[in-house]
């Protein structure tokens, strides 16, 4: 089995692409090790001293370190991933996409602008950014303020402001003038 490994935005943050289907759809975000029961990859990758967030989309897997060095990181977690594939136990026992925290928020007569966010967010961002390593997805929208959770590689990203505002506000704003700024809602 060869795992690539593809640096993301986020130093603090590495994409691992196995090879193979991980979720196949949706995603999952971990961010301690007892929210890992519903995955033993996650669990296992949480073993590993200096892992501090798993994130798992369609076909890759986000790791996000915290006080340690990839050079020594890096190799604990291929063995991991591999180690885990190898068994052929499951990714994620419940493979669905896992909810943010809060339920979505918006006016009901904003429901039209809303589905125009969402479908904007899900064709043109979230692509993109799968590509870094990450996700974000719509939590809510109010008085002209589009609300966004970002996961993965996102959370916590040095240029994930630049991004919301040259990218993503820009975007959303070009075709939708309700719209006058976006901002993170990270859980």
Same mark, same amino acid.
């Given at each position: 089995?060869?795992?690539? #490994?593809? /640096?993301? !935005?986020?130093? *603090?943050? %590495?994409?691992?692409?196995? =090879? ?5 759809? +949706? ?8 929210? #890992?029961? /519903?995955? !033993?990859?996650? *669990?296992? %990758?949480?073993?590993?001293? =200096? ?5 798992? +989309? ?29 068994? +052929? ?99």
């Amino acid at each position: 089995m060869f795992i690539q #490994t593809e /640096a993301t !935005p986020n130093p *603090a943050t %590495l994409k691992f692409l196995p =090879g193979q289907p991980v979720l196949g759809e +949706g995603t999952m975000e971990f961010l301690k090790p007892e929210e #890992t029961s /519903a995955s !033993p990859l996650a *669990a296992r %990758l949480f073993t590993i001293q =200096g892992v501090s967030g798993v994130f798992f +989309g369609p076909d890759f897997i986000s790791v996000t370190k915290k006080d340690a060095e990839w050079q020594h990181l890096k190799p604990a977690i291929l063995g991991a991933i591999m180690e885990h594939y190898i068994s +052929g136990a499951e990714v994620a026992a419940q493979q669905q996409p896992d909810l943010v925290a809060d339920e979505e928020f918006y006016e009901p007569e904003d429901e039209e602008i809303v589905a125009t966010i969402k479908e904007l967010l899900e064709t043109r961002v979230r692509p993109a950014v799968a590509q870094d390593g990450g996700d974000i997805t719509f939590q809510g929208f109010r008085d002209g303020i589009v609300y966004l959770h970002m996961r993965g590689a996102c959370s916590g990203c040095p240029s994930s402001t630049a991004t919301l505002r040259h990218g993503i506000e820009n975007l959303l704003r070009h075709f939708i003038p309700e719209v006058e700024e976006v901002r993170p809602l990270n859980v």
